[in-house]
């Protein structure tokens, strides 16, 4: 008993380490004082003036369009090349894991670094293009790590039944073997969208003056002070996150159900 | 942000590979691979090369390795050593915080493993930089843990601006990718194994020790991987929470970028990129089956 009351209170001091800061965010943006530090009593006005905030929402808009495009992109090439990879011999396809791995594990610093210097080298003016290339770059990982698995469990013989059943090979990769990867290549996406949105460094090096993103933004308010409005914003984000997440696992929940009755 | 050992959890369990090399049926498939060694080609391994003809050239055009000796610079010295002492530290943190919570998960019957890497993950989803600086309203002089110690009449704790508030900022922020890796394996764990042990007459202790502990070797060897680098090569979190006097590796480079110093802030990149590359080399090692099967 004592020890299931230790190993209980020990996850809880966990999670509550790993949130309370996100409730302190939620409740800064509830506080009508302008002031991080100072409690000035509650309030709904940042909410209303988020929407007026130009320069938020244009950063917001940058921030959505490029993890969708990026993610998007990525998904593409990063499923095409997984089904490659899949069927490669096993030398090409340690290298083919190896360079994959590369941007995974170097560090962000190092990635955004290397990208500005070649975006430099070519004379290539840094923007929303140089940005939205290098989210791809290290987006297509995720992709094909989440595309291989589903890749193995796939039977090979039902494309070749396919195939004999007179279906082109393209016919028979979107009605055979796409809907059963499909789960990957959603994950693959998802995970893409969410390391573009949350990136800073790589965008920090790789963006030119004009562009914003969330982050960006952030970090150029870090000195003088953040507005309250992206407590509000971020507020907002992270609810309708936990919404969808919430709703996806019960959907899940109630298909899983009526097999646990039989 | 990098989330990189959670699509072990999400993606089910694979059985194991029945068929080879081009298990597909589908022969000829290598093109679909074409613009994605063309994108690595001229996104990933261009750009490396790019980043060592700047460290060792100077504005001249001129081969030097000046900036890599740059490291040996006092100022350059001193913050490389901070970066290792911190992320050292909060990687030894980070380890034994979370293989205690990977054992208590793993443990507890919840069948849902999603639902667990769920809450794990899901702070990620509020800017990591709003987090950390959240942190700054914790750690303050008139923060909310000095409000309360200040109620209890306790003394005043002065953390932020320190190293401690780095290492913290640090095992906040990464602690994730310390504990998923590591349930990860645990989850997979075959139970009679451990079973055995205990038939065979192995106390707790033993069956840890020589059972669990051996076998989740590779979940942590890539947790740390995962803690170390980021945490080595950070500026962000030491620019938040350690003030403008603690200076790391990091914001020595990013400050030699953000001056134009771009053949300088190379070269020490290429210094870091050296202990980046020990940590990978020992990962890889310990990936034996070289496709990431047990990492991810």
Known sequence: ?262 | MKIRNVLNTITPKTPSQKNGAGSLGIRNTKWLSFPYILWMVGFIIIPLIVILYYGLTTNDKLLTLDNIKSILDPINLRSLRLALELSFVSTVICLLLAYPLAMILNKSKMKSNSFIVMIIILPMWMNFLLRTIAWQNILERTGIINTVLKFFNLPMLNIINTPSAIILGMVYNFLPFMVLPIYNVLIKIDKDIINAARDLGANSIQTFLKIILPLSLPGVISGITMVFVPSLTTFVISNILGGSKIVLIGNVIEQQFRIGNWHAGSGLSLVLMIFILISMAILSKYDKEGEGGSIW
């Open chain 1, 1 to 262: 008993m004592v020890k299931k009351f230790i190993e209980r209170f020990y996850v809880g001091l966990i999670l509550f380490f790993l949130y309370a800061p996100i409730i302190i965010l939620i409740i800064l943006s509830f506080n009508s004082s302008k002031s991080r530090s100072k409690w000035g009593g509650f309030t709904l006005h940042w909410y209303k003036e988020l929407f007026k905030n130009q320069s938020i929402m244009n950063a917001l808009y940058t921030t959505l369009i490029i993890a969708f495009l990026s993610a998007l992109v990525a998904t593409i090439i990063g499923t095409a090349a997984a089904i490659a990879i899949n069927s490669m011999k096993k030398t090409p396809r340690t290298i083919m894991i190896a360079i994959t791995n590369i941007p995974m594990l170097n560090a962000d610093i190092v990635t955004g670094i290397s990208l500005m210097l070649l975006f430099v080298a070519m004379r290539y003016t840094l923007g929303f293009t140089s940005v939205l290339i290098s989210h791809i770059t290290f987006n297509i990982p995720y992709v094909i790590l989440s595309v291989m698995p589903k890749l193995k469990q796939l039977n090979p013989h039902t494309f070749e039944a396919a195939l004999d059943l007179g279906a082109s090979p393209v016919y028979a990769f979107f009605k055979v073997i796409l809907p059963d990867i499909f789960p990957g290549v959603l994950t693959g996406f998802f995970l893409a969208f969410t390391m573009s949105l949350d990136d800073f460094v790589i965008t920090h090096f790789t963006k030119g003056p004009e562009i914003n993103t969330l982050s960006t933004k952030i970090y150029t308010e870090v000195r003088k002070g953040i507005k309250p409005e992206i407590y509000a914003l971020s507020t907002l984000m992270f609810i309708a996150v936990l919404l969808l997440l919430v709703l996806i696992n019960r959907r899940n929940a109630d298909k899983r159900e009526p097999i646990k009755k039989v």
